[in-house]
């Protein structure tokens, strides 16, 4: 019998077809907040980005990774946002909080030298 069986080979391959289906939703970088719209033009991409996010209770993740409360000052200090590379902060806050929280995380990063934030919004909405 010369024929090769391909039944092994295509259940191997709809395993991974089910595997690949099943981590792609999952590799969606980011933490979940709901941003407000804008109708401000996209920024281009700089090397040295920083994430910061603020979730609708308050907590504060910087690239993915929550800061403690209280600890934000040094967390920012030890990013060197002075330095002669500019560091660009993008500010994710969720459009559920209050101005005074979005305010104190802002007034930490100038503080701290990190003056250019970019405040992340959704894509373009079109004007009512």
Same mark, same amino acid.
């Given at each position: 019998m010369a024929e090769i069986n391909?039944? *092994?080979l295509v259940d191997v391959m709809l395993v991974l077809l089910i595997i690949f289906m099943v981590? %792609?939703? /999952? @590799?969606? %970088?980011? &933490?979940?907040? !709901? @941003? *407000? !719209?804008?109708? %401000?033009k996209p920024l281009d991409q700089t090397p040295k980005q920083t994430n910061l996010s603020i979730t609708p209770d308050g &907590?504060?993740? /910087? !690239?993915? &990774?929550?800061?403690? *409360?209280?600890t934000l000052p040094d967390r920012l200090a030890a990013l060197d946002c002075g330095s002669e590379a500019k560091r660009q902060i993008d500010l994710r806050a969720d459009k559920? @909080?209050?101005?005074?929280?979005?305010? %104190? &995380?802002?007034?930490? /990063?100038n503080r701290a030298g990190c003056n250019a934030i970019s405040l992340v919004t959704n894509s373009s909405v079109s004007a009512p």
């Open positions: 391909v039944t *092994p981590t %792609a939703p /999952l @590799l969606n %970088a980011g &933490v979940p907040i !709901d @941003l *407000p !719209d804008s109708n %401000a &907590v504060i993740y /910087l !690239d993915q &990774v929550v800061v403690d *409360p209280g559920g @909080l209050e101005y005074g929280t979005v305010m %104190a &995380v802002m007034g930490e /990063l």
